[in-house]
């Protein structure tokens, strides 16, 4: 039987093309496009059925921002696979993202210039709010739902004498200052997305630690700046269109400028073909592009202290447990309303 890949975030950006990508390397595979919009995921299978003919693509609804989402979208999985070869952690938002014009122009002429450019360090944040389940929006998202959904699907992915790999889409903007252990949600700060960034880095090493000897392998990527829905977000529309020049010039002096979907899924890609086994679990992967237009995946060595990593798998081990209390709860209220209703009618 082909491998089973299931890509969260499938329909779009890097995860579309990771999926373009996987299914011309392995015809044979099991893909399971994991997307919150039925429609936009039907006509993603269209699309992948045109340029692949035959292949297994099937669909998924997967709200990851939502607790009832993630644990219906496990039910469905566990129901339908024996077995799950890789799971990509890859959707992710970015929502009210704000450029600081100023610094921008500081660092165009300072010496930091590349590694703002590779980092967006000092240049971006977002407003973040809770929501329906009382968790941070991008917290919920771009984390704190794969996690359970990892939870949900470990009897799955570790099985004996098989190993599953879990594959996360980290970004360059992860940053160990961006996040508080005390507010793993980031509640008071206003860089949510590279503080859940950050977490996913820790999430990945905390996961190896535990789960290895269980078979299941965890890597981080970073695709670089890759021109997305996510990225067309941050800036006006014209705005874009003028630098865009501009950025293929940067891009042959900044192998971080990735640019395309294509090139941005290459560590992506590459972690399929390797062996869990061979892999640094202390490494993020980087898809890299060169100026003359190679490109390759290199290992950087993440910045990440273990005492803090184990004590932020505990907090989201607790906070699991509080998650569900609350679901089953609602459940409880929601039959008990049944009943009531039933009995009047
Ligand atoms: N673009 C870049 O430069 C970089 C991107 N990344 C990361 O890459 C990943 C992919 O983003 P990218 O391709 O750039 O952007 P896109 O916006 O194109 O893709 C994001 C994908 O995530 C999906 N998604 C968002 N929220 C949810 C949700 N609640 N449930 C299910 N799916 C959801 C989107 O679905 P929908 O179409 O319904 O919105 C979309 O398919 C993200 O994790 C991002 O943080 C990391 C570094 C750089
Ligand atoms: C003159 C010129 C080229 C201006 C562009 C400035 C910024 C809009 C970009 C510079 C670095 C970029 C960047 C990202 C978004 C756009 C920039 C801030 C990301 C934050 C996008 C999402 C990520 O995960 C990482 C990217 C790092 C670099």
């Known amino acids: 039987?082909?491998?089973?890949?299931?890509?969260?975030?499938?329909?779009?950006?890097?995860?579309?093309?990771?999926?373009?990508?996987l299914l011309t390397e392995d015809a044979r595979l099991r893909l399971c496009l994991a997307c919150r919009n039925m429609q936009r995921a039907e006509a993603t299978r269209a699309a992948l059925l045109t340029s692949h003919s035959?292949?297994?693509?099937?669909?998924?609804?997967?709200?990851?921002?939502?607790?009832?989402?993630?644990?219906?979208?496990?039910?469905?999985?566990k129901a339908k696979y024996g077995r799950i070869d890789f799971l990509y952690l890859n959707a992710g938002i970015m929502p009210n993202p704000t450029v600081d014009i100023k610094a921008l122009f500081r660092g165009l002429f300072s010496r930091n210039v590349i590694n703002m450019f590779a980092t967006a360090e000092g240049l971006l944040t977002q407003q973040d709010s809770p929501n329906s389940d009382g968790l941070q929006e991008v917290f919920a998202t771009n984390l704190f739902g794969h996690f359970l959904l990892i939870r949900e699907l470990e009897p799955l992915m570790c099985q004996p004498g098989r190993t599953s790999r879990l594959i996360w889409t980290s970004s360059s903007n992860a940053r160990r200052s961006a996040f508080s252990i005390d507010d793993i949600q980031h509640r008071h700060g206003k860089e949510p997305y590279s503080s859940s960034k950050y977490a996913s880095d820790m999430l990945s090493l905390a996961l190896n630690k535990h789960k290895n000897h269980q078979g299941l392998f965890s890597s981080v990527t970073c695709p670089g700046l890759v021109m997305t829905n996510l990225t067309f977000g941050i800036l006006p529309s014209f705005f874009w269109t003028l630098i865009m020049p501009i950025m293929w010039l940067i891009r042959i002096f900044t192998n971080t400028f990735t640019l395309t979907p294509y090139n941005g899924a290459e560590a992506l890609h590459w972690l399929f073909l390797q062996k869990p086994e061979s892999l640094d679990p202390r490494a993020k992967y980087h898809s890299l592009t060169s100026g003359s237009g190679t490109n390759y995946t290199e290992p950087r060595q993440m910045d990440i202290d273990d005492e803090i990593s184990e004590t932020f798998y505990s907090k989201l081990l607790e906070l699991e447990k509080a998650i569900r209390r609350k679901v089953s709860e609602r459940n409880a209220e929601n039959k008990a309303y049944q009943r009531y209703l039933g009995e009047v009618e």
């Open 1 to 21: 039987m082909g491998k089973v890949v299931i890509v969260t975030g499938a329909n779009s950006g890097i995860g579309l093309a990771l999926c373009e990508r």
């Open 54 to 77: 035959g292949a297994s693509v099937d669909l998924l609804h997967l709200d990851v921002g939502s607790v009832r989402s993630v644990l219906s979208a496990a039910r469905e999985v």
